[in-house]
């Protein structure tokens, strides 16, 4: 399976990290090695002295597919999640800069913790599903797909243009505003409305 990553996905998040506003979907990949096993810790990497979070909903794609139609792509999910994007926001900022690919700032072991998954036919709406991350207790990000630039089917026509989806593939549908730096002892618990689907700690 691959993970694949919508970037800049709410207006709010793109401003703060000064990027435009994008006029298509931006997205990159991570390896299925980029998993954070349940259960288990998440342990700062040594080569970042920055690494952010990003809560995000993540849908799993269920049947294989190229070029989907939009108006078919409801077809090829049916389960949702959260999931935390760890960035490694030094070297992503250092890759920009010269124009490299992003690769060691994203894709790197164990930067994609995904929770239990939800069906989604259980929602009323696809496009007014609430998620929040906290840390410590505390809330750090709150988000909505009703906010997202991109909707789900969106995302599945424009990246099954490039890129055939296959059972089981992820998508991380991006993170609203509120990303920020994690410490070793952080405590994560990201859930979708009320419901607690992920839970880790930093060390
Ligand atoms: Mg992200």
Redesign the pocket.
């Known amino acids: 399976m691959k993970i694949i990553?919508?970037?800049r996905?709410y207006i709010a998040h793109a401003k703060e990290l000064n990027n435009p506003v994008p006029v298509q979907p931006v997205f990159f990949m991570k390896p299925d090695t980029a998993l954070l096993p349940p259960h288990n810790p998440f342990f700062y990497p040594a080569f970042s002295k920055d690494i952010h979070y990003?809560a995000?909903l993540v849908i799993k794609i269920n049947k294989n597919g190229r070029h989907i139609a939009e108006k078919f792509a409801h077809k090829y999910y049916d389960e949702i999640s959260v999931g935390i994007?760890f960035?490694a926001r030094d070297l992503q900022a250092s890759c920009k800069q010269k124009g490299l690919p992003w690769e060691i700032a994203?894709a790197f072991d164990f930067s994609a913790p995904v929770g239990n998954f939800l069906n989604i036919n259980d929602f009323e709406n696809k496009q007014n599903i609430p998620f929040s991350l906290k840390i410590n207790q505390e809330i750090r990000q709150e988000g909505n797909s009703k906010n997202m630039i991109f909707s789900f089917d969106q995302i599945i026509a424009y990246v099954s243009q490039f890129v055939t989806l296959r059972s089981g593939d992820l998508i991380?549908t991006?993170?609203p505003e509120g990303?920020g730096p994690t410490q070793i002892e952080d405590h994560f618990e990201v859930f979708v409305g009320t419901e607690k689907l992920l839970e880790f700690n930093v060390k």
Request: hydrophobic share 25%.
């Open positions: 990553c919508i970037g996905n990003e995000e994007d960035t994203k991380f991006g993170t990303v």
